[in-house]
């Protein structure tokens, strides 16, 4: 409706703008400087019935200015006293806004209670990850034991990410940078979150190996196969260790055909070429002296 008045102003079709309060058009210094002159450019003038000023003279503006100067003010410290309450509340262990986690419900008291079965669903979800290792594998293999979202779909991958990040199935309440207990009952023991940060954390820095990468896998871009088909990156994880490989990605390629090496492992290919300019560097030396 604001827009709409604001296109009839420029169009000149309205003469004088009639409020209860001044606070009731805009409480930003800053809009209100904006609307004012539009509302000069029109010739429309202002009045608010219940505040006594003319806003074609000096004094007038002045005076609507300190109105205005006050109303920011109280929305601002009024938003500071809402964050301050939402702060106390946190601090308290209470939930206080958002959707409420998966595997909860929330009290009238803002304290979030189990909800099942969702909630025998958290422990299951942890478990599984560390036995397979990756969310990938995860996202998979949950519908086929029928463990769904609380819509019955399956869960997204990122969704999962965020499940298995969750301090709030240890009994925290977590908000920007900040931490605090919950009054709530935690879901998943401390030992098992901690294992689960882990790997996430193992398989984050993994991810700065990727085919993608810059750096991280010395020769990406620069071994081939017995066939001539590159070789890229690739890694594999084993009872928490990361191995890292050159792989052939024959799926990939049109025409190609197989060569007698398809996978190598990165860590001794490297050092091999790695040796190898050593040597190559001292030999170097070593003539020009």
Not at 76 to 88: C, L, N, P, Q, Y
Not at 117 to 127: G, M, R
Request: aromatic share 10%; charged share 30%; hydrophobic share 35%.
């Amino acid at each position: 409706a604001f827009k709409d008045l604001m296109n009839d102003i420029k169009d000149d079709k309205i003469d004088i703008v009639v409020v209860y309060k001044v606070d009731r058009l805009t409480r930003s210094l800053m809009d209100f400087s904006k609307i004012i002159d539009t509302f000069d450019k029109h010739q429309t003038s202002f009045v608010s019935i219940t505040q006594q000023f003319n806003t074609t003279t000096s004094m007038g503006r002045l005076t609507l200015n300190i109105l205005l100067s006050f109303a920011q003010f109280e929305r601002e410290v009024t938003g500071e006293r809402i964050r301050d309450k939402f702060e106390a509340s946190r601090k308290k262990g209470l939930w206080i806004a958002g959707a409420t986690p998966y595997g909860y419900n929330k009290q009238g008291s803002h304290i979030l209670v189990p909800e099942y079965p969702y909630a025998n669903n958290l422990q299951k979800i942890f478990e599984l990850y560390l036995e397979l290792g990756t969310v990938e594998k995860l996202y998979k293999k949950l519908p086929e034991l029928k463990i769904l979202s609380r819509t019955q779909k399956p869960f997204s991958r990122g969704m999962l990410y965020r499940i298995l990040a969750d301090k709030v199935y240890i009994g925290k309440i977590v908000y920007k940078d900040k931490c605090y207990d919950g009054q709530h009952e935690p879901l998943i023991s401390e030992d098992l979150f901690n294992e689960v940060q882990n790997l996430l954390k193992l398989h984050s820095q993994e991810r700065k190996f990727s085919t993608n990468a810059k750096d991280g896998s010395l020769l990406t871009g620069l071994i081939y196969d017995d066939m001539g088909n590159r070789m890229t990156p690739s890694h594999g994880n084993k009872k928490g260790k990361r191995y890292r490989y050159y792989i052939t990605k024959t799926h990939k390629l049109e025409d190609y055909q197989i060569g007698a090496i398809t996978k190598i492992s990165a860590g001794e290919i490297e050092d091999f070429i790695k040796a190898q300019l050593i040597m190559f560097i001292k030999n170097n030396i070593q003539e020009n002296i």
